[in-house]
């Protein structure tokens, strides 16, 4: 039987490429658990955005966050998020296969492929990863989607997304976006409000919170709706 010997030196890279593998999965797992009970100082995304920002010279471009507890936020606000985005949160397992399945069927029948991304997939890009599309970002936010919803609840993944979501230029979380849409604290924001917030996120570039335009209004509205539908904030997990 022929037998080929790998090179030492090739057989050490091999040996530091494993390594350095089981390195980073060991520091995902570490701050998706230290992440469960720390609020986020920073985001990837929101770094990436700054950076951005900077590098085109964009000077007067303001980061705003500011952390608000679960406790602190009104109840309007995270079932607006889960009405607006992704109405099966409660009970799927951090992807929704219907979702996707229907995407890629609208696809198939000549559609643009629009996004099936649930808020745990969110959560997972926003904190560890970048905007754009590929294949290898998009596996990240798979290991990260099932890291983040094997180690944290429900409604820890809920509180993370309403607090690191962009609803505006710059305009990260609940606590930034009430102070500067409607200068108010997130424990008195109303339905409507709450509404609109939710109404920006597919895209906080173009859809405005501050200027709505008759889509963003009509998208309120139904988010509205879909709140009712749903029986309100006793949708949401305990």
Request: proline fraction near 7%; aromatic fraction near 10%; charged fraction near 20%.
């Amino acid at each position: 039987m022929l037998r080929f010997a790998v090179p030492s030196p090739l057989r050490r890279l091999l040996r530091l490429a494993l390594l350095a593998f089981v390195a980073w999965l060991a520091l995902g797992v570490l701050a998706v658990v230290v992440l469960r009970f720390v609020p986020p100082p920073l985001t990837a995304v929101m770094a990436a955005d700054w950076l951005g920002a900077r590098l085109e010279g964009e000077r007067d471009f303001t980061l705003r966050y500011r952390w608000t507890p679960w406790d602190r936020v009104a109840n309007s606000v995270p079932i607006a998020l889960v009405a607006a985005e992704d109405q099966r949160f409660p009970s799927h397992p951090g992807f929704d296969f219907d979702a996707i399945q229907r995407a890629l069927a609208a696809a198939d029948d000549g559609e643009r492929l629009r996004g099936a991304s649930t808020i745990s997939q969110q959560v997972a890009k926003n904190l560890f990863l970048w905007n754009g599309r590929s294949f290898v970002r998009k596996g990240l936010e798979a290991w990260f989607t099932v890291l983040i919803e094997t180690l944290w609840p429900k409604r820890r993944i809920l509180e993370v997304y309403l607090n690191i979501a962009e609803f505006g230029d710059g305009i990260y979380g609940v606590g930034a976006a009430s102070a500067v849409f409607f200068h108010t604290t997130p424990d008195r924001l109303d339905a409507r409000q709450a509404a609109l917030l939710a109404a920006a996120l597919p895209n906080p570039a173009r859809l405005r919170v501050d200027r709505p335009s008759p889509y963003v209004l009509r998208r309120a509205a139904w988010i509205e709706r879909q709140v009712g539908q749903l029986g309100g904030a006793a949708y949401l997990p305990r």
